[in-house]
């Protein structure tokens, strides 16, 4: 079903909040219709694999290694750990199962979704049907939750397109890399049930599970029509979702600079998170303060972590896919903590 059903996803976005009395969201055109029932092409990915794996069956690793550890934490350690990242925002259960088949066969250590049960239960059948497949490794399961609104993975774009003028030529529309924006002109002199004139207005907006956040749209509207909403995710059903079996660890997102609303989190989630096998802790660059914030936020989680932890560090959040430089300014943080003398333990083998 879609995203939005499960009570832990934020309230659908998509329809015009503005707008007194919306009319429905129209379907989108054949194109961009995805399979929501099923693989249709299931079989041909299997042959493709099999023709190009059997030689190399023999080559998949143990599960676990001589010395026991899981094998995302071997990688961890190797420095080798590939994550596939569906997107803290991103709900579209079809792709994200799809997704996480398509890399769980290329081998990754981990996939990391938004915490969502739709999402999470896509992840899953992804995985599954990966190793129905072929002898893969099944990729640890991450869900992605934050402390605060203050942090660019949480949002969602959305505009009420019958403010938006008939004859705009859309960027926002081409600009997404997600087909999240989806518009339509109306017949000149539609008439809504409320008694509203269209006179060849638009329909549509945002197609709200699609949008991950990225915030392309924003500047691209000549019009300044499009707003961010943010959100923070439920604490029970982030606890309810560690609690699953198929649910293998957690990032929190947080800005490091609010350490009572990372306390808070940690202290609700706190019976939940012994459930898991990985804490991760991610943060943008706070500059110099950056291993004082961690140790900070280390000194609510020592007495309860009994699991594996990581720190994902941000260069610049969300700036993966977008904003010039970005790789050079991760290298360059990365290179100043490496210099720093005393952090916080993680599982990269660094115990100061
Ligand atoms: S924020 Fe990004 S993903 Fe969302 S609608 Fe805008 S361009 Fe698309
Ligand atoms: S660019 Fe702005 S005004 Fe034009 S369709 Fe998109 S949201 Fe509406």
Known sequence: GAPHC?????????????????????????????????????????????????????????????????????????GDWVKLICGASFEDAADVRNLSLVYALAGVDCVDCAADASVVNAVVEGVEAAMSIAPVRRPWVMISVNDDEDDLHFRKAEFDPLDCPPDCLRPCERVCPADAIWLERMPTE??????????????????????????????VCPYDKIRARTYVRDMAVTSELLRRDNVDAIEIHTSGR??????????????????????????PNAGESTISVMNKLYSFMEDDIRCHNLWQLDGRPMSGDIGRGATKEAISFAVHLAAVEYRPPDETGDKT
Not at 191 to 215: A, F, K
């Open 6 to 78: 499960s009570p832990c996803s934020p309230p659908p976005l998509r329809l015009r909040a503005c707008h007194p009395s919306p009319p429905p969201f129209p379907t989108p055109p054949p194109s961009q219709r995805r399979h929501r029932n099923g693989y249709p092409n299931l079989g041909a990915v299997r042959s493709l694999v099999e023709s190009t794996t059997t030689r190399n069956a023999a080559a998949v690793p143990p599960s676990s290694s001589a010395a026991g550890l899981p094998h995302p934490i071997q990688s961890l350690q190797r």
């Open 190 to 219: 539609d008439r809504l049930p409320d008694g509203v004139t269209t006179q060849g207005g638009l329909q549509g907006g945002v197609i709200t599970e699609r949008c991950y956040g990225c915030g392309r749209c924003f500047p």
């Open 258 to 283: 609010r350490p009572d609303l990372f306390r808070n989190l940690w202290s609700g989630l706190r019976d939940s998170l012994q459930h898991v096998k990985l804490v991760a802790i991610s943060l």
